[in-house]
């Protein structure tokens, strides 16, 4: 214990006696652990931001019917001919899902999912004098689609409420809105690819912040969209569900297949090159940060390397009075440990004030405050990262330090 004692006062001395050294060495450490927790916090807030963002118009798991390719006329059995398909196409089949109430509540049952809604979907025009604008509209009941996707939250004027009593009520896009230069309680002509049209009711406008969807969707009454279609009120071209873990949809998106032989495909196989372009995004900002704490742990190595140097002397004279090769890695080590918590504790208070600073930073538009937020995990793993690395960059110089054979330093 005494022993131990005396290793920590003199790394302590070493740290004293170079101040300027050690504080340079622990900014480093700072810097990079600031810049981790900032980074990390940022790429973070954005990802959420984007996910609520895109679950305010799609689900996390979608049941429809898919596409077929139209198949050759013939069923070659003989392997040795080739059967060449001139022109394949889409078959023109129906979109309605057969049942759709008894898979709805079947879907409903699993204890994974937490809310299911159908929906119709339907190809549109609106017309506006001259004007046309293609679309596609919603026919959802307002109620379950609100509960689904919060449009209320995406409302900047009217009632959302007025669709579900009133078949001539539409909820339009910002875009479609400014494009055909219109507002509330407007009325606005809409046609279908089945030749039906309707004089509706604009009866409130949305924004998602997504300008393609903005200028192109409406939701209207299920029966309305069942009706542009020419189609009774079993038509059902998607169900929807949301699941407790959205981040693994493409693992309960298997499970619901085994229930329906329609197709069922997760939110992250249907974005999946946005979700690889955000992961690139953040291999990014990680890596920043990262070689930052490189540079710093490179810092430290020659800061500890020089005083070894420079300390050979007195290294020979502990070993000569009984101090082993472990003891003097223990000096060594404890001094970049002592470095490290520096750097640590003004790292983390530095991420902490950059992360409330741009928390009070007005960004506008549907995004509002800068999207960045507190994770206990990221301060967490950016402490550990810090001591990991400073610890590494201390250990090899120590090591050096533990093999000084006092007998050659006397001699010279």
Known sequence: MKKKSINIEIAQTHIRTRKRQTLVAALGVTLGIGMYIFSTSLMGGFSRYSKNEMFKTIA???????????????????????????????VTESKNINDPYTLLDKIRQQDFVTYAAPQVNVDIF????????????????????????????????????????NLDAVIIGKGVAEKMNLGIDDNITISSSQG??????????????????????????MSTAQQFLKKGQTYITEIYANIKDPDA??????????ITDYKVEGWQTTYSDTLAGDKIRDIMGTAVPIVIMLVAAFGIYNILNMTIIQKMND????????????DIIRIF????????????????????????????VYVGGPVGYFPIFYKASVFISASVAGMLVTIGAGFFPALK?????PVDIFRK
């Open 249 to 258: 949809s493409v693992e309960y998106a298997l499970k619901m297949q085994q």
């Open 333 to 360: 080590v404890m001094e970049a440990v002592i470095m490290g918590i520096i750097g640590t504790v003004l790292g983390i208070g530095i991420g902490a004030i950059l992360i409330k600073i741009l928390q009070h």
């Open 60 to 90: 996390h798991v979608k049941v429809y019917k898919e596409d077929q390719i139209s198949m050759p006329l013939y069923n070659y059995t003989d392997t040795g001919n080739k059967v060449i398909i001139s022109n394949p196409r889409t």
């Open 401 to 405: 330090a533990s093999k000084v054979d």
């Open 126 to 165: 609106y017309n506006n004098g001259e004007s046309q604008l293609k679309g596609s509209g919603s026919g959802v009941i307002i109620a379950e689609a609100e509960a689904m996707f919060n449009i209320q939250s995406t409302m900047l004027a009217g009632n959302l409420q007025a669709i579900a009593t």
């Open 315 to 326: 290294i020979a004279i502990l070993k000569a009075t009984g101090f082993s090769g472990s």
């Open 196 to 221: 039906i049209v309707k004089v509706m009711k604009i009866a409130g406008i949305f924004t998602t912040g997504n300008k393609a969807i903005d200028e192109s969707k409406c939701y209207i009454h």
